[in-house]
């Protein structure tokens, strides 16, 4: 089945500042790449996705790109602001497992204001 | 629109006893999914259902977890009996079919099994 694995696993930033988080993945034939939010004693929250036949995707100050060649896959926060500090977890389709999502462990963003 | 819904939110029980959760998915959604996220983990897929099949369930721990969507809406997932390794959230989520991935999660239902 596919792992997935996410880095780093803390991070913190100074508002206003960037901020990148990286997975990789296992199944070259994965296709679809979602990122959630997760604040504290909340559901997650889809933010972004993307998928194979693009390369990236933005949405706002939060993008995603993809390389398929050596399977990983970015979220970048750009001007970040005090409510971006949360988990954020990404996630990898199985293609053979009818769309189940094997998340990576999740990074803790913390903005420093 | 309405999103998912779960309940109870927080449940304390001892080792050994029992407990059930409650999900009810989004309005037409015909697939859904039970999740554990253990803290301080990402969500790791318990079962999958689509309507009142179950679509995976390879990694539900079926000697002791068990869950059902008779009516392929809201959905029960019960522990019998529970054990410490269980404390963790139990999150719910739905999405409108398997060819759509987005997912949508419910708050989720906070375990403790001391």
């Known amino acids: 089945g596919e792992n997935v694995e996410q880095h780093p696993s803390t991070l913190s930033v100074q508002e206003g500042d960037s901020a990148v988080i990286k997975c990789t993945y296992s199944d070259s034939a994965s296709n679809y790449f979602p990122w959630y939010k997760q604040e504290l004693g909340k559901r997650p929250q889809l933010i972004i996705d993307?998928?194979?036949?693009?390369g990236e995707k933005k949405d706002q100050r939060i993008a995603v790109t993809l390389n398929k060649t050596a399977k990983h896959f970015s979220l970048h926060i750009t001007e970040t602001q005090p409510e971006d500090s949360a988990v954020y977890f990404c996630?990898?389709?199985?293609?053979?497992?009818?769309?189940?999502?094997?998340f990576g462990t999740g990074t803790r963003l913390t903005i420093i204001p | 629109e309405a999103g998912v819904a779960q309940s109870p939110r927080y449940k304390i029980i001892e080792k050994r006893q029992s407990v059930a959760f409650w999900c009810n998915p989004i309005s037409g959604h015909a697939t859904l999914y039970w999740y554990q996220q253990i803290l301080g983990q990402g969500p790791k897929l318990l079962i999958q259902?689509?309507?009142?099949?179950?679509?995976?369930d390879s990694q539900l721990p079926k000697d002791r977890f068990s869950a059902e969507r008779l009516k392929g809406v809201d959905s029960t997932l019960k522990i019998q009996p529970a054990k410490l390794e269980d404390s963790a959230v139990y999150l719910c989520?739905?999405?409108?079919?398997?060819?759509?991935?987005?997912?949508?999660f419910g708050p989720g239902t906070r375990l403790t099994v001391l």
């Open positions: 259902f689509q309507n009142n099949g179950v679509v995976d």
């Open positions: 993307i998928r194979s036949n693009v």
């Open positions: 989520a739905s999405s409108l079919d398997l060819r759509t991935d987005t997912q949508y």
């Open positions: 996630a990898a389709d199985d293609p053979f497992g009818n769309e189940k999502l094997t």
